[in-house]
């Protein structure tokens, strides 16, 4: 195996200290022009590189934050990772990005390993429904930001979409199209936003005198195409079918509108299909799908602003306020639910 080159290598090649060949990294102008030549010639020789991680240690700061997401299957996550790498890119500052895939152990383990790497900052959407893993995060002293997510009980900042306002968007343009009967295909109940956009769901049946054995629950455990194949398998076997179905991510309504396809159940005439997000692959589905959107990428922009905000030095640094960024969700109106009833 290859030993790395380090810079007493390059101090002994050059004849040289290796104050001298840092100097000539960090402060070149300090240091002759011959005697920087020199140098330069020795590292080009060997190939060293220098150690950035090492350099942001003994400086105290690091130039990387994480990003911690559920699933980046998810079209919805890659944009919130657009705009937090668009945000942190402007601050010259990278971000290094990992899956959780909605495990709550492999999210302690990033986390961890986040920790060991003393990242700046870390944007999370946590997957440990219990707060256990957040906990022993917290004790490392660094700084994080929730990202789809409420800071619910904590005092750290957080940027997330009203889910309730979300749930009560899908579901209220249903019950105006004449529907009375729909289900809501879930996903992990131990999530958050699936707890919210539920809610919502009720309190839009509740607006138009609908109790709530109006949404048949449909829960799934996963996020995923092949969790909205499965509830739409569920759904066909259903004696009393409802004529339209809320999914709590465009991914299971995907899944949803492929088993109808299979089974020659017509969508929207058959049943209406409503998703959540607006992800890409919404609009382009052989039915476009009627979503509710997030706005992901402001999102993802807006939580690094405010870590980096929070993890701003130097004396122009601003106070940093911990904040709830609250953003609203807007229906996209497509064919999958406009069928006539």
């Known amino acids: 195996m290859t030993q790395s080159v380090g810079i007493k290598d390059v101090a002994r090649a050059a004849g040289v200290s290796v104050g001298t060949v840092s100097n000539v990294i960090n402060r070149p102008d300090t240091v002759a022009s011959e005697t920087r030549a020199r140098v330069l010639s020795a590292i080009d020789r060997l190939g060293y590189v220098?150690?950035?991680?090492?350099?942001?240690?003994?400086?105290?700061?690091?130039?990387?934050?994480?990003?911690?997401?559920?699933?980046?299957?998810?079209?919805?996550?890659?944009?919130?990772?657009?705009?937090?790498?668009?945000?942190?890119?402007?601050?010259?500052?990278?971000?290094?990005?990992?899956?959780?895939?909605?495990?709550?152990?492999?999210?302690a383990e990033y986390l961890s390993l986040f920790a060991e790497q003393r990242v700046r900052g870390v944007l999370l959407t946590p997957a440990d429904a219990t707060g256990r893993n957040i906990e022993t995060f917290r004790r490392h002293g660094i700084p994080f930001v929730l990202v789809d997510r409420v800071a619910e009980g904590t005092t750290e900042c957080s940027v997330s979409v009203d889910d309730v306002a979300g749930g009560a968007l899908a579901v209220r343009h249903l019950v105006d199209a004449g529907h009375r009967s729909i289900a809501?295909?879930?996903?992990?109940?131990?999530?958050?936003?699936?707890?919210?956009?539920?809610?919502?769901?009720?309190?839009?049946?509740?607006e138009a005198g609908l109790g709530p054995e109006a949404l048949r629950e449909l829960p799934t455990e996963r996020l995923d195409v092949a969790a909205g194949r499965d509830a739409g398998a569920r759904l066909l076997g259903l004696a009393d079918r409802p004529t339209a179905v809320f999914c709590a991510n465009d991914l299971l309504a995907l899944g949803v509108l492929q088993a109808m396809y299979a089974a020659g159940v017509t969508v929207p005439d058959d049943l209406a299909i409503v998703g959540y997000d607006d992800i890409e692959f919404a609009a382009a589905a052989a039915v476009p799908l009627t979503s509710v959107r997030q706005p992901a990428v402001t999102m993802g922009a807006l939580a690094a602003e405010l870590l980096l905000e929070e993890t701003e030095e130097g004396e122009g640094k601003r106070a940093h306020e911990h904040r709830r960024v609250v953003l609203q969700p807007e229906l996209v109106v497509r064919r999958s639910s406009l069928a006539a009833r």
């Open 50 to 107: 220098r150690s950035e991680s090492a350099r942001q240690l003994r400086a105290g700061r690091s130039r990387i934050m994480g990003l911690l997401v559920l699933d980046m299957g998810n079209p919805f996550f890659v944009d919130v990772a657009r705009g937090a790498e668009r945000a942190a890119r402007e601050a010259g500052v990278g971000v290094m990005v990992c899956n959780s895939a909605q495990n709550a152990a492999e999210e």
């Open 184 to 206: 809501y295909v879930s996903g992990p109940p131990g999530l958050n936003q699936v707890r919210d956009r539920r809610t919502g769901a009720l309190n839009a049946l509740a």
